[in-house]
């Protein structure tokens, strides 16, 4: 049994900083990429941004670029998106997800989500 379970979200003010975070479960953690996704209502769900299993060269929506910072805790299972600067653009429903084997910008190539985190960020 695969579970993401999001937290951290909220209601900000434009400017304000808030971290999200994205515990693991039934998975082996540390082998899989690990991407945040954002839908807005009206909208699709798109890329924010996502990190190797190792780690190493994260990679980001240019909406988000220089504002959101994506990293991993492997002895955790967790993945955290600190998101700073927010923008009222920001606002929607955040998702964790996971893939297996390698990296990827697309929703339909990851394998598991959670349930996401609504965070609201007021002008």
């Known amino acids: 049994q695969v579970q993401l379970v999001e937290s951290g979200g909220g209601l900000v003010q434009a400017g304000d900083s808030l971290r999200l975070s994205c515990a693991a479960s039934?998975?082996?953690?540390?082998?899989?990429?690990m991407g945040w996704f954002r839908q807005a209502p009206g909208k699709e769900r798109e890329f924010v941004a996502a990190?190797?299993?190792?780690?190493?060269?994260?990679h980001y929506a240019d909406s988000v670029k220089g504002r959101f910072t994506i990293s991993r805790d492997n002895t955790r299972n967790t993945v955290y998106l600190q998101m700073n600067s927010l923008k009222p653009e920001d606002t929607a429903v955040y998702y964790c997800?996971?893939?297996?084997?390698?990296?990827?910008?697309?929703?339909?190539?990851?394998?598991?989500w959670g349930q996401g985190t609504q965070v609201t960020v007021s002008s």
């Open positions: 997800a996971a893939r297996r084997y390698g990296d990827s910008v697309l929703p339909n190539e990851y394998n598991y």
């Open positions: 990190i190797m299993w190792s780690g190493g060269r994260p």
């Open positions: 039934g998975l082996t953690f540390s082998t899989y990429t």
